[in-house]
C-alpha cells in the first residue's frame, strides 16, 4: 500500500516495529520452550511457519504457536538453526610440509595487495 503523508508513513513504520517485537516475543518463547539460547532460533524461519501455524489452527490441530514450533513432529519448518562449523584457515602453500612457520603458509587478506 502506497502512502504518501507523514502520517502513513509513520503508521507503516510502527506497524513494522510492533509486528517485529512480536515476532522476537515469540521467538523467545519458543527458545525457552526448547531450552535453547535465542541466538539458535532463526526469526525468519518463525515468520515463515506462522503460515503453516495458520493452517494447523483452522483445521483444529494446533492452538499455541509456541508449542507448535516447539514439536518434534515440526522440526522440518527450521526454526532451530543449525551449529556451524568451526572457521578452517586455508594452507596455500604449495608445499606445507616445508613451509610451516612461513608468513605465506595461511591464507590472509592483509597478504593481498591491489594495484
Do not use: C
Request: charged content about 25%.
Amino acid at each position: 500500500m502506497w502512502v504518501g503523508s507523514i502520517n502513513g508513513v509513520k503508521l507503516q513504520i510502527w506497524g513494522t516495529w510492533l509486528f517485529y517485537a512480536i515476532l522476537i516475543d515469540l521467538g523467545d518463547a519458543v527458545a525457552d520452550e526448547l531450552s535453547l539460547p535465542f541466538d539458535r532460533i532463526s526469526l525468519e524461519m518463525i515468520y515463515r511457519g506462522l503460515y503453516h501455524f495458520g493452517v494447523a489452527n483452522q483445521k483444529g490441530e494446533a492452538t499455541d504457536p509456541v508449542k507448535y514450533f516447539a514439536s518434534s513432529e515440526n522440526k522440518d519448518l527450521g526454526i532451530v538453526k543449525q551449529k556451524r562449523k568451526n572457521n578452517t584457515k586455508l594452507i596455500i602453500a604449495p608445499f606445507p610440509e616445508k613451509q610451516r612457520n612461513s608468513p605465506e603458509f595461511f591464507f590472509s587478506a592483509k597478504s593481498l595487495t591491489y594495484a
